[in-house]
């Protein structure tokens, strides 16, 4: 039984790092490919109103976009983030927080191929509605894990964000293995893959796991918020990037040192990384 709703997080510190990661990933492929595979294992259901029941709870998107929103300096992927935040509002006020989904589906044209897993019933139906229009995708209310059962061609370029709620533990493992099969099997396939950093025990064991892998095509970008301590509570966010380009690790090391200044607590006691683990 999944309980998990990110309603309730959506427009967060960790979302906006997500999305820039994931939008900049999309923009340095589709200088080289004409027509990109996206695949997004972990959907949700792709717009979180501010006024809603969820997004009203905790109003996590006050320390994330909302702050943003007021940004005045000149990192390009920042701005290009909010360029696409505010064309989906359709509005310079943001007044909904689009996910993963309807991003991808603003970016993406007609010659790229889209593909949405979300295992929760009430969200898969929420996220067929609000992208009913969308001609280039399919849908699938399966596991997201199993994309790599699918068929996918290794002439094409695809790219795939894997974003799990975390909420089952061992979804860290199954993180670890898919990388396993990913670094394995895939020569053309680019992967954002988000983590929280809980505490410092799990997050150093997580990425030990990953290291044993003994890959060299896997970039850890980590940016630290609060303070890291033995306490399970979210202290920050990650991405551990598969097969990213040069382009793109380089755009977010300026662009994560901007995230950290603008989202840090005072009492942060570690800086953001960006390293091949
Ligand atoms: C963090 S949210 C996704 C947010 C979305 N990617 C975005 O950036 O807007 C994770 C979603 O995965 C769904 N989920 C959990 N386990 C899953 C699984 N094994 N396969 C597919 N979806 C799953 C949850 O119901 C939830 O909607």
Redesign the pocket.
């Known amino acids: 039984m999944?309980s998990?709703k990110?309603g309730y997080h959506?427009g967060n510190q960790a979302?906006v790092l997500?999305?820039i990661c994931l939008i900049q990933a999309y923009k340095s492929l589709k200088k080289h490919h004409n027509s990109i595979s996206y695949i997004?294992?972990?959907?949700?259901?792709?717009d979180y109103k501010f006024e809603s029941d969820y997004m009203s709870k905790n109003k996590e998107y006050e320390n994330g976009i909302s702050i943003l929103e007021n940004y005045k300096y000149e990192n390009q992927s920042i701005k290009f983030y909010l360029k696409i935040i505010r064309n989906i509002n359709n509005s310079k006020k943001i007044s909904f927080y689009p996910?993963?989904?309807l991003i991808m589906s603003h970016l993406s044209d007609n010659s790229d191929k889209l593909s949405f897993?979300?295992?929760?019933n009430n969200?898969f139906i929420l996220l067929r509605k609000n992208l009913s229009k969308q001609i280039n995708s399919k849908f699938f209310n399966?596991?997201?894990?199993d994309f790599t059962n699918q068929k996918i061609n290794s002439n094409e370029k695809t790219l795939v964000?894997i974003?799990?709620?975390y909420?089952?533990k061992d979804d860290f493992e199954k993180v670890v293995n898919t990388l396993r099969i990913l670094d394995k099997e895939y020569a053309n396939l680019t992967a954002l893959i988000w983590y929280p950093v809980l505490n410092v025990e799990n997050n150093d064991l997580f990425i030990e796991n990953i290291r044993k892998i003994g890959s060299n095509r896997i970039t850890r970008i980590e940016l630290p918020l609060k303070k890291y301590n033995e306490d399970i509570e979210m202290k920050g966010s990650g991405i551990i990037l598969f097969d990213g380009s040069k382009f793109l690790i380089n755009n977010m090391k300026e662009c994560i040192k901007e995230l950290y200044q603008i989202f840090k607590d005072e009492n942060c006691n570690i800086k953001p990384k960006i390293q091949k683990i």
């Open positions: 999944l998990y990110h959506a979302d997500k999305h997004d294992t972990h959907a949700g259901s792709g996910g993963s989904p897993y979300e295992l929760h969200e399966k596991d997201g894990f964000l974003d799990p709620s909420e089952i």
